[in-house]
């Protein structure tokens, strides 16, 4: 169980992890053209903070916000 607070906070992390990792691995996709390395540790790590962030969608499927009282 959940507050309503934590829950909105997550749901806040989530979408900050998937855009900003979508964001790091398309800027990747377009500097491997000019700096191999650098390109490809931002399609990298892009790729996998927008991972993470999916991964956390699934975990906040399964929780439930607490009964108000």
């Known amino acids: 169980m959940a507050t309503r607070r934590s829950l909105e906070r997550l749901q806040t992390l989530i979408w900050v992890l998937i855009y900003g990792g979508l964001l790091g691995a398309v800027l990747g996709v377009f500097t491997r053209r000019y700096d191999e390395a650098l390109g490809s540790w931002l399609l990298g790590t892009g790729t996998a903070v927008a ?3 999916a991964g956390l ?3 906040r499927a399964r929780l439930r916000e607490e009964d108000g009282a």
Do not use: F, P
């Open 57 to 59: 969608v699934v975990v």
């Open 51 to 53: 991972l993470v962030g």
